[in-house]
């Protein structure tokens, strides 16, 4: 019996740790994005029980830090509004409590000036026969420092490629500037296959050397033949187009180090 209660007392103390599973996310994406003079955005949620007995009690939604800004219906509420949003950086806190526990998740929004300091012409993105080539032109380009040229394989997450300076003088501009970047194909030559030509030349210079001379014309002119075939490298591009879709944009930088970003070009 001693036993018995020992268990169920090891099994309620197990329980009471256990914490709701709680994801928050923005409508239309995670991590927004806004450009003024949009100034509202919609909060979602989920939260999920840990065990049978611990029922969801309340949840809510807190603006964690950021400008002012009015959420419509913080408490229970898996989605709500958030409107008055100024130019700055908000993360907002949904957190749900059951009986003795809770759990929170943050989403990040970032609110940026509908006045750009870059108006892009195009911004375009293709394959050629030196790799990828990211291309853009702006028209008017107003204290700008330059851009990165970024990649994702996911569509979300972007890491830096290179960096190309404005061409504008002092970062204004209001003429068209065209830039480009070249992300090359480095190729390399299989290791195993020019120890393979070499050897298979060392085999047949001993073959030929005891042969007739007849014969020795006629085997040294198919080895060159075959030899000048198989010296063609072997290819192998060390950033070959991978089976997912990639992803590129451009971040743009004043010279007061904000930034913006461009439209994202996704390629096959």
Not at 125 to 134: K, M
Request: a neutral charge; charged letters at 10%.
């Amino acid at each position: 019996m001693k036993t018995a209660i020992y268990i169920l007392s090891v099994f309620f103390s197990l329980s009471a740790v256990a914490q709701p599973t709680v994801s928050g996310y923005t409508t239309p994406a995670k991590d927004t994005v806004i450009i003024l003079p949009a100034n509202s955005i919609t909060l979602s949620g989920t939260a999920v029980q840990a065990n049978p007995g611990h029922p969801i009690l309340d949840t809510s939604w807190i603006k964690t830090s950021g400008p002012a800004a009015t959420i419509t219906k913080p408490s229970n509420h898996m989605t709500t509004t958030v409107t008055g949003l100024v130019a700055g950086s908000y993360v907002f806190t949904l957190t749900a409590t059951d009986k003795q526990n809770s759990s929170s998740s943050a989403v990040k929004i970032t609110v940026i000036s509908g006045v750009l300091p870059v108006e892009f012409a195009y911004f375009n993105v293709a394959r050629n026969d030196r790799g990828i080539l990211v291309s853009w032109q702006t028209d008017m380009e107003s204290n700008n420092a330059g851009f990165i040229v970024q990649e994702s394989t996911n569509g979300s997450d972007f890491f830096d490629l290179a960096a190309v300076s404005s061409q504008a003088k002092g970062g204004n501009s209001s003429t068209p500037l065209t830039y480009s970047y070249q992300i090359s194909n480095n190729n390399t030559q299989a290791d195993m296959h020019s120890i393979w030509i070499v050897m298979t030349l060392l085999a047949m210079i001993v073959f030929i050397s005891k042969l007739k001379k007849a014969y020795k014309c006629l085997l040294l002119g198919i080895a060159c033949m075959f030899l000048f075939s198989c010296s063609k490298s072997v290819i192998v591009p060390d950033n070959a187009p991978a089976s997912t879709v990639k992803a590129f944009r451009l971040k743009q930088m004043d010279l007061d180090n904000h930034v913006n970003y461009s439209e994202v070009i996704m390629l096959n």
